[in-house]
């Protein structure tokens, strides 16, 4: 079975610039999760989805940042416009919890690594 | 306000022995607490996880201690090898889906 894809792996880009990242998650899961790893703040949730909608967003830093799920199947992470300090690895992660015992565990894509020059 | 500690970014450990990682959470609604490993270059993977309604989950090599009382839990591994040098994360969960990470604890299996 395929894991979470997520694309591209790797961007680098210029400040200013528009990036959107992409994931699909594992078929049948109803939760999608959006994190950013960085050295100073490690694994940080930004954003995540059941069922397609929205559900937290508080993660968000600001503005510039935006995420949709049109279908079950896709998920985009925007920033818009870009700065250097976005630079990290962006992850995707899908579950099947919807909250309660045994039901959270979440499955992480490999990645994309954003570089803001 | 981090809710979730790993207190030890780094952690060296002789292959054969014990590694015994450790979190520490503050928020007592949490009920599930997860442990996921990490290498370079690839996503955080799902290691082992145990609910608030038992104190010890074990699987293979790999056992999760939860203290409720302490607001602790730790993995022990057993007997570390060499492939298990990553950084492991701790995580836990409400009764929301999401999941609050610590920072990381970095092992090192040394031979």
């Known amino acids: 079975d395929a894991g979470v894809i997520q694309s591209p792996r790797h961007e680098v880009t210029e400040m200013g610039q528009e990036v959107t990242l992409r994931c699909k998650p594992i078929s049948g899961h109803n939760s999608l999760f959006w994190y950013r790893q960085t050295m100073m703040r490690g694994l940080e949730l930004l954003i995540y989805?059941?069922?397609?909608?929205?559900?937290?967003d508080s993660g968000m830093p600001e503005d510039r940042f935006s995420a949709k799920m049109p279908n079950a199947s896709f998920s985009t992470l925007k920033i818009q416009p870009s700065e250097p300090r976005d630079s990290a690895v962006y992850f995707c992660a899908s579950g099947t919890g919807t909250g309660g015992q045994g039901r959270n565990t979440q499955y992480f894509g490999p990645g994309t690594r954003l570089t803001v020059l | 306000d981090q809710q979730v500690k790993q207190n030890s970014p780094s952690l060296s450990v002789q292959e054969g022995r014990i590694s015994i990682l450790n979190c520490d959470y503050t928020?007592?609604?949490?009920?599930?607490f997860l442990w996921y490993k990490k290498y370079p270059a690839e996503g955080p993977t799902f290691l082992i996880s145990?609910?608030?309604?038992?104190d010890k989950n074990e699987d293979g090599r790999f056992t999760v201690f939860l203290n409720k009382s302490a607001k602790h839990l730790s993995l022990h591994i057993v007997p570390s090898q060499p492939g298990d040098s990553a950084v492991y994360f701790c995580a836990a969960s409400g009764t929301a889906s999401k999941l609050t990470f610590g920072t990381g604890t970095r092992l090192q299996v040394t031979l």
């Open positions: 989805f059941n069922n397609n909608v929205p559900i937290d």
């Open positions: 928020n007592s609604m949490f009920d599930y």
């Open positions: 145990i609910s608030s309604i038992k």
